[in-house]
């Protein structure tokens, strides 16, 4: 729906303005030479076209225009500020490769700096930039395939985020590629905001949501980063049909909950992670129907946690199940009369009705102690444990806090294939590596120039001196 009518508002106010607009041209061959004396010269509503070529300084957009590159051209931002700075509604900003900017977090340097509403930024190639694109109070915006490269050579809580987005409300972000920066997506003070088909790699935070309710992200990939996804001090999120994988590291999470209420997540994939859901201060969410899958900890569950439900899930493969850090008495896993189902199931279905007859302990003798001391969890998997934990069920000699799934699945649920966001995001980091190849290769046949050089000229003083010699 979000969708739909940032796409109608847009499209109304493009035939309104741009249908009266005219054309100027930015090249070498044309009239323009530089992007800044077409702005000047340019009347609002116009459409400048920018020819290939490498164009220096940093671009203020007060008047809103329409901006097309032809051919990547290289807008190559100054040693301060951002490199492209949006002031006026309604403009477009389409083709480019967007380099440099400052290097001052507290005053937003970034690639776009987005201070007005209405516009539309895709299509475009920002590199070696501090933040992305920054959405300053800005409003209504489509944001969609491009590709953010951060700078690698800072320390990661040096650098921006890929799309930071602080009190900006009903915008759209869409099938963008993000990597190397400090958090993918940073979502502050906002609302109402849809982020789908996104795919963000190496950071610190996938998706970092902070004091913003009533969102959005759905179809995006969260992989090889330190936390795939975090849902802080917010409420009414939906999240749907994401991945969040191979997140691992010193305190990684697939997803975490903290501090925030009425949040529902289905149909995720949650996989290879260092702890897959993290549960603190959480109130009234439903994690319903996702895969938790090959995690070295399926579970961190809190007893700040009230209210949760945990139903209609896979977890399968886990190295453990949860832990379990004082007593969340309230947080179920069950839900009219369906749990979740569990690999390690061992019950019985009498009656076939899909639900097993005898609830599944999560918890076991380890539990407790695992809480206060996470290193325990290189033990679970010995052989001396698994006999401990056997003994300790048949004769249970330590008080601990039990928790129950009451009525565990005997089958999978049927969650749907998201194999698909994976191969695409793929494809972009392939885009990545080549064109990153490619700088190498140029880089290094450029090192072979100077030798050249002076083998030529070696070889034109060789011959002078043998015509000297001859008598």
Avoid at 76 to 104: Q, Y
Avoid at 299 to 319: Q, R
């Amino acid at each position: 729906m979000l969708k739909g009518l940032s796409y109608i508002v847009l499209l109304l106010v493009s035939v309104a303005n741009f249908s009266i607009s005219g054309v100027l041209k930015v090249g070498s061959k044309y009239e323009f030479k530089t992007i800044k004396e077409a702005i000047e010269k340019a009347k609002p509503y116009d459409t400048i076209y920018v020819y290939p070529g490498e164009y220096y300084g940093n671009i203020f957009l007060n008047k809103p225009l329409v901006l097309i590159g032809v051919g990547r051209p290289h807008i190559k931002g100054e040693n301060w500020g951002s490199t492209l700075t949006v002031l006026a509604d309604s403009c477009v900003i389409r083709g480019f490769k967007i380099t440099g900017g400052g290097n001052l977090l507290q005053k937003e340097d970034s690639g776009i700096l987005l201070k007005s509403s209405y516009n539309l930024i895709e299509d475009n190639l920002l590199e070696d930039i501090l933040f992305g694109v920054y959405f300053f109070a800005s409003n209504n915006n489509i944001v969609r395939h491009n590709t953010i490269i951060g700078r690698a050579y800072l320390g990661i809580g040096e650098r921006g985020s890929g799309l930071h987005i602080w009190n900006s409300h009903f915008n759209l972000i869409e099938g963008n590629f993000i990597t190397k920066v400090r958090d993918g997506m940073y979502i502050q003070e906002s609302s109402n905001n849809l982020i789908q088909r996104n795919y963000a790699t190496d950071l610190r935070y996938g998706i970092h949501y902070m004091f913003s309710d009533s969102n959005r992200f759905e179809e995006n990939v969260f992989i090889d980063d330190v936390v795939g996804g975090a849902v802080m001090y917010s409420r009414h999120i939906y999240f749907r049909r994401n991945i969040f994988a191979r997140n691992r590291g010193f305190s990684s999470y697939g997803l975490l909950l903290q501090s925030c209420d009425y949040c529902v997540a289905e149909e995720n994939y949650i996989i290879d992670n260092s702890i897959g859901l993290h549960f603190e201060s959480t109130n009234y969410n439903i994690i319903r129907r996702n895969l938790v899958q090959n995690n070295d900890l399926a579970i961190a569950l809190f007893a700040s946690a009230n209210f949760d439900k945990i139903y209609e899930n896979n977890f399968i493969g886990n190295l453990s199940l949860i832990r379990t850090i004082g007593n969340p008495k309230t947080t179920s896993f069950s839900y009219n009369g369906r749990g979740n189902y569990w690999d390690g199931y061992m019950g019985y279905d009498l009656n076939d009705d899909g639900v097993g007859d005898v609830r599944f302990e999560l918890t076991n003798v380890f539990e407790s102690i695992q809480g206060k001391y996470p290193i325990v969890q290189l033990y679970l998997s010995s052989p001396s444990a698994k006999a401990i934990e056997i003994a300790e069920k048949a004769m249970p000699l330590i008080k601990t806090f039990k928790i129950y799934d009451e009525h565990p699945l005997m089958e999978k649920v049927e969650i749907p294939n998201l194999s698909y966001l994976v191969k695409r995001g793929n494809n972009e980091r392939v885009e990545v590596k080549r064109s990153a190849f490619g700088f190498v290769v140029f880089i290094f046949l450029c090192s072979f120039i100077p030798i050249f050089i002076v083998s030529f000229k070696s070889r034109t003083l060789r011959k002078r001196y043998a015509c000297c010699q001859k008598p």
